[in-house]
């Protein structure tokens, strides 16, 4: 436990009445379903690439990758070389035609209505197919961060795990149950730019109390020279290709997103996505070095050797700081967990609300009663995940690696070819959406030899198949939707995919 003092207990209250005050003024501005799920389509560069990077990165990227770092040493490398890849990539291929094409399929609101109109599914099937793997994957992903934020709050303030999870959930529903996706973003905003600072500030300060640079590596290699390469396990094993590559495959997992999607749907212009672009690939890379950082940071710093590796920067802010300070950077934690936390509930609400609820039950439903079915299937949602979340065992990595692989191979490939081949169908992309989930779940029970290859990769290779040899034998692509399509797009881009 870090002591509990009345700085550290000052400068949390505040954080949080500041992220509920922000929540309250969007609320003001939140009129419909539009706006509460989009925030009506406003968003900045800055706050866009922001909002994407605080709510993709989360509280592993002070928790669980430093962790990991600590546990593996410059094997960790790997993982933020494929992360920085994937956000560069989906910036760059995806942002611009998804925020085109969404507008175009009918003003797409979430993910599962994108696919139906892009593919004027009338069945509703591909819909609910798609809100249920996202309902899914997101209780997963939900409690990994508030697995996080009972390990911030039981080693701050002593409380008792079951009570600092709850304590945690009630924070984050709070704004997201009134503010929506402005209220979200706006935070996200506040959130990032305190994450980014924490991520640079600590590992500075400790590896210059340590020495510099070279007494930290040698404090490494002392306690495992294993640590100082990329190439070798910590038993001195070679990692091989198959774990090289597995590490990479991180980098699949952005293109399937929906917390992250969104973020592309709701900026206000093309035009706007290079600079967002820039500032995204900025921000991330800087933020992944010095999530690396805190971890060989903290191998050096600490000569008696952490139980709980995924608490390293917890316990160097308390080590290094002064408590007020200490109260700021331990903020950036609660920060980085609600960023992604409040994302993921709005988007599983959206799915509730926009994709179950209007498309089946109440199609014509107001967008008052939309909204405030969304805002409780907020509390409903963040429930069912501070239940999975209830384990002190759970580890914050594990469980965002299974829900990010499976967002990744069920909708990566059926979005990246939605947006890019013509002849994509209906049924291509049902089953794709379904070989790519599917393949997750089964493939990530099973261990020995290749099965050991990360989840995501063979359910992208598997979802790609999937929905190239079915669109080729089922029926031809709807023409009325293309042309619709191409009616749209046709003064943005002069090659239509």
Same mark, same amino acid.
């Given at each position: 436990?870090?002591?509990?003092?009345?700085?550290?207990?000052?400068?949390?209250?505040?954080?949080? #009445?500041?992220?509920? !005050?922000?929540?309250?003024?969007?609320?003001?501005?939140?009129?419909?379903?539009?706006?509460?799920?989009?925030? $009506?389509?406003?968003?900045?560069?800055?706050?866009?690439?922001?909002?994407?990077? =605080?709510?993709?990165?989360?509280?592993?990227?002070? *928790?669980?990758?430093?962790?990991?770092?600590?546990?593996?040493?410059?094997?960790?490398?790997?993982?933020?070389?494929?992360?920085?890849?994937?956000?560069? *990539?989906?910036?760059?291929?995806?942002?611009?035609?998804?925020?085109?094409?969404?507008?175009?399929?009918?003003?797409?609101?979430?993910?599962?209505?994108?696919?139906?109109?892009?593919?004027?599914?009338?069945?509703?099937?591909?819909?609910?197919?798609?809100?249920?793997?996202? #309902?899914? @994957?997101?209780? @997963?992903?939900?409690?990994?961060?508030?697995?996080?934020?009972?390990?911030?709050?039981?080693?701050?303030?002593?409380?008792?795990?079951?009570?600092?999870?709850?304590?945690?959930?009630?924070?984050?529903?709070?704004?997201?149950?009134?503010?929506?996706?402005?209220?979200?973003?706006?935070?996200?905003?506040?959130?990032?730019?305190?994450?980014?600072?924490?991520?640079? /500030?600590?590992?500075?300060?400790?590896?210059?109390?340590?020495?510099?640079?070279? +007494?930290?590596? !040698?404090?490494?290699?002392?306690?495992?020279?294993?640590?100082?390469?990329?190439?070798?396990?910590?038993?001195?094993?070679?990692? $091989?290709?198959?774990?090289?590559?597995?590490?990479?495959? %991180?980098?699949?997992?952005?293109?399937?997103?929906?917390?992250?999607?969104?973020?592309?749907?709701?900026?206000?212009?093309?035009?706007?996505?290079?600079?967002?672009?820039?500032?995204?690939?900025?921000?991330?890379?800087?933020?992944?070095?010095?999530?690396?950082?805190?971890? @060989? =940071?903290?191998?050096?710093?600490?000569?008696?050797?952490?139980?709980?590796? +995924?608490?390293?920067?917890?316990?160097?802010?308390?080590?290094?700081?002064?408590?007020?300070?200490?109260?700021?950077?331990?903020?950036?934690?609660?920060?980085?967990?609600?960023?992604?936390?409040?994302?993921?509930?709005?988007?599983?609400?959206?799915?509730?609300?926009?994709?179950?609820?209007?498309?089946?039950?109440?199609?014509?439903?107001?967008?008052?009663?939309?909204?405030?079915?969304?805002?409780?299937?907020?509390?409903?949602?963040?429930?069912?995940?501070?239940?999975?979340?209830?384990?002190?065992?759970?580890?914050?990595? +594990?469980?965002?690696?299974?829900? %990010?692989?499976?967002?990744?191979?069920?909708?990566?490939?059926?979005?990246? #070819?939605?947006?890019? %081949?013509?002849?994509?169908?209906?049924?291509?992309?049902?089953?794709?959406?379904?070989? !790519?989930?599917?393949?997750?779940?089964?493939?990530?029970?099973?261990?020995?030899?290749?099965?050991? /290859?990360?989840?995501?990769?063979?359910?992208?290779?598997?979802?790609?198949?999937?929905?190239?040899?079915?669109?080729?034998?089922?029926?031809?692509?709807?023409?009325?939707?293309?042309?619709?399509?191409?009616? =749209?797009?046709?003064?943005?881009?002069?090659?239509?995919?």
């Amino acid at each position: 436990m870090i002591g509990n003092n009345v700085g550290v207990t000052i400068t949390f209250i505040a954080y949080i #009445l500041l992220m509920l !005050g922000i929540g309250y003024v969007a609320w003001k501005r939140t009129s419909n379903l539009s706006d509460y799920i989009l925030g $009506g389509r406003s968003l900045g560069p800055l706050p866009s690439a922001l909002s994407a990077g =605080a709510s993709d990165m989360s509280g592993w990227l002070l *928790l669980g990758l430093p962790g990991y770092a600590y546990a593996a040493g410059f094997e960790a490398i790997w993982i933020a070389v494929g992360l920085l890849v994937g956000t560069w *990539l989906n910036w760059l291929f995806v942002a611009s035609r998804l925020r085109t094409y969404s507008l175009a399929a009918g003003d797409s609101l979430t993910l599962p209505s994108f696919f139906e109109n892009r593919f004027n599914d009338t069945s509703r099937i591909l819909r609910v197919v798609c809100a249920f793997f996202i #309902l899914l @994957f997101f209780l @997963f992903y939900t409690s990994s961060g508030l697995v996080a934020g009972g390990k911030l709050f039981e080693t701050v303030f002593g409380l008792d795990y079951t009570v600092a999870v709850v304590v945690g959930t009630i924070a984050v529903v709070s704004y997201t149950f009134f503010g929506g996706f402005l209220a979200v973003s706006w935070t996200d905003v506040v959130q990032g730019l305190l994450m980014f600072a924490a991520l640079l /500030l600590v590992p500075i300060m400790a590896i210059n109390v340590a020495g510099g640079w070279g +007494e930290t590596m !040698g404090a490494m290699e002392a306690k495992n020279p294993e640590l100082m390469s990329a190439f070798s396990g910590t038993d001195g094993k070679p990692l $091989g290709f198959l774990a090289i590559l597995s590490l990479l495959g %991180w980098g699949l997992g952005y293109f399937g997103q929906p917390h992250i999607l969104a973020r592309f749907k709701a900026i206000r212009s093309e035009d706007d996505v290079p600079t967002a672009r820039r500032i995204a690939v900025i921000w991330s890379g800087l933020g992944l070095v010095g999530a690396l950082l805190v971890g @060989f =940071a903290a191998i050096g710093y600490f000569e008696t050797p952490l139980e709980d590796g +995924e608490r390293a920067f917890m316990l160097l802010v308390d080590a290094l700081f002064h408590p007020v300070i200490a109260g700021i950077l331990l903020a950036a934690i609660l920060a980085a967990i609600m960023s992604t936390a409040d994302s993921q509930l709005l988007v599983s609400s959206s799915a509730l609300a926009e994709d179950f609820y209007k498309a089946i039950f109440r199609k014509d439903a107001s967008q008052a009663e939309l909204v405030w079915v969304g805002r409780f299937a907020v509390v409903g949602i963040a429930i069912i995940a501070c239940i999975l979340g209830l384990n002190p065992d759970s580890k914050v990595l +594990e469980l965002v690696s299974y829900a %990010w692989a499976g967002f990744g191979a069920a909708f990566g490939p059926a979005l990246i #070819l939605s947006l890019f %081949w013509r002849e994509m169908t209906k049924a291509g992309a049902i089953a794709g959406i379904i070989v !790519g989930g599917v393949t997750v779940v089964v493939w990530g029970n099973m261990s020995g030899g290749i099965l050991d /290859l990360y989840e995501i990769i063979p359910g992208f290779i598997f979802a790609t198949i999937a929905i190239v040899v079915v669109s080729k034998i089922g029926d031809k692509p709807h023409a009325d939707i293309l042309a619709g399509f191409d009616k =749209a797009i046709k003064a943005r881009y002069h090659n239509l995919p």
